[in-house]
Nanobody, 123 residues
Framework: QVQLVESGGGLVQAGDSLRLSCADS????????MGWFRQAPGKEREFVAA????????YYTDSVKGRFTISRVTNKNTVYLQMNSLKPEDTAVYYC????????????????WGQGTQVTVSS
């Protein structure tokens, strides 16, 4: 069973950095591709980044390329999202998700989801 718990959200100013963490309490973390998604107020949830089970492949939506970095530490069952140069438009609830297959930017292809962590960026 996969259980995902996000942490690290908060209130920051534009230009600041945050690192989100997503810990998996299950035993099969190493075979899952992981993704980060976000949902801003009044908007649909959207893809942010994904990382393959091996960590060798990463994918980003265009709006965060060069600012966000996804990574994973298998022996800690944790995936991270390092967010630099934050902008007010990055304000959203951020969710991590897992799927036992290749990376995907389609949220309906992910089987497991965390509860989300709020990120608020003030101007």
């Amino acid at each position: 069973q996969v259980q995902l718990v996000e942490s690290g959200g908060g209130l920051v100013q534009a230009g600041d950095s945050l690192r989100l963490s997503c810990a998996d309490s299950g035993r099969t973390f190493s075979i899952y591709a992981m993704g980060w998604f976000r949902q801003a107020p009044g908007k649909e949830r959207e893809f942010v980044a994904a990382i393959s089970w091996s960590g060798s492949n990463t994918y980003y939506t265009d709006s965060v390329k060069g600012r966000f970095t996804i990574s994973r530490v298998t022996n800690k069952n944790t995936v991270y999202l390092q967010m630099n140069s934050l902008k007010p438009e990055d304000t959203a609830v951020y969710y991590c998700a897992a799927r036992p297959a290749l990376c995907s930017w389609e949220q309906n292809e992910y089987d497991y989801w965390g509860q989300g962590t709020q990120v608020t960026v003030s101007s």
